[in-house]
């Protein structure tokens, strides 16, 4: 398939071009700057690391092991997982803690001791916080550690992707300025926020996931796409996150008629699902802060993002329920990876969300997707610097193929699609309405070839359907339910789908609903 490339455009050369700036991408740049490489950092504005409340997993308090953290790990993904990941991942936990706190994070603290928290499916109290704004923190931490370290930042967003005989050449970036076509050794790719191709999510952005299909048009492998997590406890009829933190202290989940449902603690999909079921029954779901407060925790002492949060919505959660529901949150398949970052396509990385090492199976674990942003961001910039004096920038002439006209993406028709995932491939699935779902992509898939192509905005939308297509049609291959795929006429795991199901360019154009 052809690349996109603008009438007009500005040429640039920079070694190392890492597109997001998250604690994967930030981490990644961070190591490179340590070994004496200068990246250039591209940022779209907060992602969905600054919105990350409960912490990061790390195996290091009393009578915890990397070995039971792997063990947890395992479960969690319901044997999915691809061993090698969560080796290296919950071994290099240690490490993962040391080197955010040498950037300046500041974990809480007990006297002298890390003040450790417990969330789902967890055996050992082992997440690292600050609070119950996390994210924030460490954003904040490792962006003024870049600023120190004078690694440059720019606004803008990644649109295409330039490749030559299978190996990274270039990437096209949209600034306020216009389109700066970047000539690179290396390419990082470091961008989250496909799990917002659902209605119902929690992600910063208003839609996202683009970056992984313009990955794909480049030439690179997807993996587990049909994996995304929907938290059980987002604040009904709005994108703000209750940290499971909360249940890990505690708090309580009932329906309208008081009456609990299912343990608070069990892996996110069981309690997703659990919500879900009483939503369809009409019941509402509300979590129980109530406990907590009888048991001497101070609300806004230990949670005081999330207190603003309902505070500003009315709630006051010392003396009243908290409605939630369940949506979209973690888009655990992606780009394949292996635990360097290297994918399919050669000097083209990919860290953070927008990846799948195969860490977390068929299910995450909680507070995994720090440590992992982390560890493989780090892994990512040393395999760079070990190979960055072997390769050079390969330049070359680009002919245009944007056209005269231009397409403005219409919110209406994210909207829609968003729409489509949400009731075709939601929370419980079935072969009728995924094979519904594919004909129906496939349809808007064949309105965007090939003028809607020639913009920028066009391009975006494609690479997004291409994305939902890519879940759509690894939802219909596993025939089974595992982790947090479930399907209604496949109830069960079945033990010839565990294995994992990578797909192409050309399955998701081959295939038809």
Excluded at 126 to 136: N, Q, S
Excluded at 264 to 282: F, H, M, N, T
Excluded at 413 to 440: K, P, S, Y
Excluded at 465 to 492: I, M, T
Aim: neutral net charge; aromatic residues 8%.
């Amino acid at each position: 398939m052809q690349p996109f490339v603008p009438k007009e455009y500005e040429s640039a050369q920079t070694d190392v071009l890492v597109i997001g700036d998250g604690i994967a991408g930030l981490s990644c740049a961070l190591t490179l700057a340590e070994y004496g490489i200068k990246p250039l950092v591209i940022s779209r504005g907060r992602g969905n690391t600054y919105l990350s409340q409960g912490g990061i997993a790390a195996p290091i308090g009393e009578n915890d092991s990397p070995k039971l953290h792997f063990l947890d790990t395992l479960r969690a993904g319901r044997l999915l997982n691809e061993e090698e990941a969560v080796r290296v991942a919950t071994y290099e936990g240690e490490r993962a803690i040391l080197k955010l706190s040498s950037w300046g994070v500041n974990f809480d603290r007990k006297d002298t001791f890390y003040d450790l928290t417990l969330e789902a499916a967890h055996s050992k109290r082992r997440i690292f916080k600050v609070r119950d704004y996390t994210g924030r923190a460490i954003y904040e931490a490792l962006h003024q550690k870049a600023k120190e370290k004078e690694i440059p930042l720019l606004k803008g967003e990644l649109v295409e992707i330039y490749t030559d005989r299978g190996e990274v050449r270039g990437a096209l970036v949209k600034t306020e300025r216009g389109y700066t076509l970047f000539w690179v050794k290396a390419l990082v790719l470091a961008v989250g926020g496909a799990a917002s191709l659902f209605a119902r999510n929690s992600n910063i952005q208003s839609i996202g996931g683009d970056g992984i299909g313009a990955a794909l048009r480049a030439g690179a492998f997807l993996v587990d796409t049909e994996f995304v997590q929907f938290h059980p406890t987002v604040l009904a009829g709005t994108k703000y996150l209750i940290s499971e933190a909360v249940r890990g202290e505690g708090a309580l989940l009932v329906n309208d008629r008081g009456e609990r449902f299912v343990e608070e603690l069990a892996p996110r999909d069981v309690v997703a699902r659990a919500i879900y079921s009483q939503l369809q029954k009409g019941r509402r779901v509300f979590l129980d802060l109530r406990p907590l407060v009888e048991r001497g925790i101070d609300l806004e002492e230990r949670f005081p993002q999330i207190v603003s949060i309902l505070r500003d919505e009315g709630i006051d959660p010392r003396r009243e329920l908290v409605p939630v529901e369940p949506a979209a949150h973690y888009f655990i398949g992606g780009i394949a990876t292996d635990t360097y970052g290297r994918t399919s396509v050669r000097r083209l990385y990919a860290v953070g969300e927008c990846a799948c090492t195969g860490l977390h199976g068929a299910n995450r674990l909680a507070s995994n997707s720090l440590l992992e942003g982390v560890v493989f961001g780090m892994r990512a910039a040393e395999d760079i610097a070990l190979h960055l004096p072997f390769w050079r920038v390969k330049k070359g002439k680009l002919t245009p193929t944007a056209g005269e006209g231009s397409f403005e993406l219409p919110q209406t028709e994210a909207t829609q699609l968003q729409n489509l995932m949400w009731e075709g491939c939601g929370i419980v699935r079935n072969g009728d309405r995924l094979r519904e779902t594919l004909h129906r992509l496939d349809e808007k898939l064949g309105e965007y070839l090939p003028k809607r192509l020639e913009s920028a905005e066009g391009r975006k939308f494609f690479d997004l359907l291409l994305v939902a297509k890519a879940v759509v049609l690894n939802a219909l291959r596993r025939e089974e339910s595992r982790g947090c795929h479930f399907r209604e006429d496949f109830p069960e795991e079945r033990e010839p789908f565990r294995r994992r199901f990578e797909i192409t360019l050309g399955d998701v154009f081959s295939a038809t609903g």
